[in-house]
């Protein structure tokens, strides 16, 4: 067993590659919606015109900022909260550190959090602004009313502060949740499988197994889902409305995993694998 540290991301690799699989899987997306369009609404050729590229370039270009910045972020922010560390034997993932992966997708999700509120925090007003004029103009003033209450609630401080802290709340101990999942169904065999190669001094990715890898993703899922299930449940939530919530979270994960897994495979020669540091 090899226990290695996660120091840096290779930013330029990361943003490329993460940004391919992503844009590469909103196709597929795109045209699943483009043909189910296609199929149900007459006459909708202009609409899957203008659906198709909204999809792909808007992925692509929010990928771009969102990849870039978590990677240079975890460089950052690694050195003062901790490495992730791997425990890697025969390109098996045979657990993952917890507290340091839960506290630094934490802090990063807060830091990304607050950049994209200060940004939409500027264009946010005018364009509800405008949609409010459109409707008093057009007599819709039962609809403004109810956009202008909606805009003053979400630009309450309280409300600011309460929905922010409540994310990066979920997103830390979910996290941490799923890492100890992760472990567990690693120490029995159902860990995530991955070919490794050295390269200048950085370790890169050639290649992860599918399968392994939309398991291991589907049955973490599941468990966290059976736990929101059960809040939801103590909450008043029908039982078989839970249960079906479950099954479709642990359907979307696997399919979205083996995807990920799938597209990586297939764009890694084309774009450049993954580099890391690995200690």
């Known amino acids: 067993m ?18 391919g699989v992503a844009t590469l899987i909103s196709i597929v997306i795109a045209i699943i919606i483009v043909g189910l369009f296609a199929v149900s609404v007459p006459n909708s050729f202009g609409v899957m015109i203008y659906i198709f590229p909204t ?13 870039f910045s978590t990677g240079y972020l975890y460089n950052v922010l690694s050195k003062r909260l901790g490495f992730i560390k791997f425990d890697i034997e025969e390109d098996s993932i045979k657990s993952i550190s917890a507290k340091e992966t839960g ?3 934490g802090f990063i999700t807060l830091i990304m959090i607050l950049v994209m509120y200060l940004a939409t925090s500027l264009i946010l ?9 459109l409707l008093m103009y057009s007599a819709q003033t039962g609809i403004a009313t109810v956009m202008y209450q909606t ?31 992760y472990n567990i169904l690693a120490s029995s065999n159902r860990e995530i499988l ?20 939309a398991i291991a993703i589907g049955a973490i899922s599941l468990i966290l889902n059976i736990i929101i299930a059960a809040i939801l449940v103590i909450s008043s939530v029908p039982i ?9 979270g642990f359907v979307c994960a696997f399919i979205a995993a083996m995807l990920i897994a799938l597209s990586y495979n297939f764009l890694a020669p084309k774009l450049g694998k993954l580099k890391v540091e690995l200690e």
């Open 55 to 67: 999809i792909v370039f808007g992925t692509m270009i929010s990928n771009i900022f969102v990849n």
């Open 240 to 248: 078989f409305n839970a249960l079906v919530d479950v099954l479709i």
């Open 103 to 105: 506290l630094l997708v």
């Open 151 to 181: 805009m003053m609630l979400i630009s309450n401080p309280m409300t600011i502060a309460v929905g922010i802290l409540g994310s990066v709340i979920i997103v830390s101990v979910f996290t941490l949740l799923g890492v100890y999942i």
């Open 2 to 19: 090899a226990i290695k540290e996660l120091k840096s991301i290779d930013l330029s690799s990361y943003t490329i590659i993460s940004t």
């Open 194 to 213: 991955v070919k490794l190669s050295e390269k200048n001094n950085l370790t890169q990715l050639d290649s992860i197994t599918p399968l392994n890898f």
């Open 125 to 133: 007003p005018l364009i509800l602004s405008s949609f409010m004029t």
